[in-house]
């Protein structure tokens, strides 16, 4: 069955330092990937995405994520982090519409909280 | 452009009665809608996919009759939550998808804002 595993329920790290939020996939073909961000009491918003080809994605707000397929992986990543970075990241996997309705599933989501 | 609204973005009503949510593609046709439901502190779960002119596909443990899903064009989707109850207080989020996408592939969701439901 599919799954998206985010390990860290809640990370904290100071102003300025970089970021990893981590995510592990569980699925059978090629992925379709998803990093949102969610404000507290706010829908969410799209951070970046992987469909195919560089394995290497730019996002919005300096995000960059990895694809490594031997790995089930596809971490989030920010090299310095600002105060606005504080708030709830999901990672998911998209699957295709003609068999699977085109659902997302989620991960469990990462608090993300950043120290002056 | 892909914007989605809703509205209300949050209502409180008395136990017994019913509301109605809408989740509207401002900028675009959505074929596909999705309704999520979201506790505090958890992911979103998925609760009916639904397709414009059809019967929306509900999730295993979603009471089609508690929460009626409603696409009957391209651009809106409503949710309606009968006779609400306490337990059934949350945050709503509705997603759309592009009309005439690829349908071998997954197309990408577009998020509304939420609504926040409280009943009393």
């Known amino acids: 069955a599919q799954s998206v595993t985010q390990p860290d329920i809640h990370i904290t790290v100071s102003e300025g330092a970089s970021l990893e939020l981590r995510c592990n996939y569980s699925y059978g073909a090629t992925p379709y990937l998803f990093w949102y961000v969610q404000s507290p009491g706010q829908g969410l918003q799209l951070l970046l995405k992987?469909?195919?080809?560089?394995?290497l994605v730019q996002g919005i707000k300096g995000f960059e994520a990895e694809f490594k397929r031997s790995q089930s992986s596809f971490n989030l990543r920010k090299p310095s982090v600002h105060w606005s970075d504080a708030a709830e990241y999901f990672c998911?996997?998209?699957?295709?519409?003609?068999?699977?309705?085109?659902?997302?599933?989620f991960g469990q989501g990462t608090e993300l909280s950043v120290k002056p | 452009g892909a914007v989605v609204s809703q509205h209300p973005s949050w209502v409180i009503c008395k136990s017994g009665t019913s509301v109605k949510i809408e989740c509207r593609s401002l900028?675009?046709?959505?074929?596909?809608m999705f309704w999520y439901r979201q506790f505090p502190k958890q992911s979103l779960m998925l609760m009916a996919t639904s397709n414009e002119g059809s019967k929306a596909t509900y999730e295993q443990g979603v009471e089609k009759d508690k929460f009626l899903i409603n696409h009957a064009s391209l651009t809106l989707s409503t949710l309606t939550v009968t006779s609400a109850h306490p337990e059934d207080s949350s945050f709503y989020i509705c997603?759309?998808?592009?009309?005439?996408?690829?349908?071998?592939?997954?197309?990408?969701?577009?998020f509304g804002p939420g609504t926040r439901l409280t009943v009393l």
């Open positions: 997603s759309a998808s592009l009309a005439g996408g690829p349908t071998l592939v997954h197309n990408e969701q577009f």
């Open positions: 998911a996997v998209g699957l295709p519409a003609y068999n699977q309705g085109g659902k997302l599933i």
């Open positions: 900028d675009f046709q959505a074929t596909t």
């Open positions: 992987y469909f195919s080809g560089d394995t």
